[in-house]
C-alpha cells in the first residue's frame, strides 16, 4: 500500500506512525527525553540533562576546547554571553579534542580544565587552563595535568 516506493517519505511515515501506535511513547522513550523536552521552550533545551540520559554512540570519552589561538579564544568568552550556543559551538569545534574520562578526570582535579559558565552549561564545555600540556606536534598531553614548560614559570 505504499506504492512503488517502500522507502519513500510515505512508506517512512507510516511505519513510524504504525510503530508509535503499537508501542507508545513511554515504551519508545526509555530515558524519558520527551518529559524533559515537554517542560522546555526551545531557547532553554535541557541538552547536558539529555546528554546524560541518551547516547547515541555509547563513548567514555570526555571533549576538552583548546584555546590555541585568538579565533578559539574569543569563542570561549563568547560562550558566557550567547543565549543560542549552536553557532558558537560550532565555531568551536576545530579546537575540541576527545580524552579517556579517567585522563578528563584527572585534568578536571588538577584544574588544567575547567568549565565555562557551569552555571548556565554545567560541564557541557571544558577548557583546557594549562596550555602547556597541548603542543601542535603532539596535541593533549594528560600524563602529567601539573607540568609547566619552563618559560611559564618566568614572571
Not at 88 to 116: D, N
Amino acid at each position: 500500500h505504499h506504492g512503488d516506493d517502500p522507502l519513500g517519505p510515505t512508506a517512512i511515515r507510516a511505519y513510524f506512525e504504525h510503530l508509535y501506535w503499537q508501542q507508545g511513547d513511554n515504551a519508545l522513550d526509555g530515558h524519558a527525553i520527551l518529559a524533559l523536552l515537554g517542560g522546555s521552550r526551545p531557547e532553554s533545551l535541557p541538552m547536558e540533562s539529555m546528554d546524560r540520559r541518551f547516547h547515541m554512540i555509547e563513548s567514555v570519552q570526555k571533549t576538552v576546547m583548546i584555546p590555541w589561538d585568538e579565533d578559539a579564544e574569543q569563542a570561549i568568552r563568547a560562550l558566557s554571553y550567547v543565549d543560542r550556543v549552536g553557532g558558537t559551538a560550532r565555531r568551536l569545534q576545530p579546537y575540541t579534542v576527545q580524552i579517556p574520562e579517567r585522563a578528563f578526570r584527572e585534568l578536571l582535579k588538577s584544574g588544567a580544565v575547567q568549565p565555562v559558565s557551569p552555571e548556565k552549561f554545567g560541564d557541557q564545555f571544558m577548557v583546557l587552563m594549562n596550555p602547556d600540556l597541548y603542543s601542535d606536534a603532539c596535541g593533549l598531553s594528560w600524563d602529567d595535568p601539573n607540568f609547566m614548560e619552563a618559560a611559564s614559570t618566568v614572571i
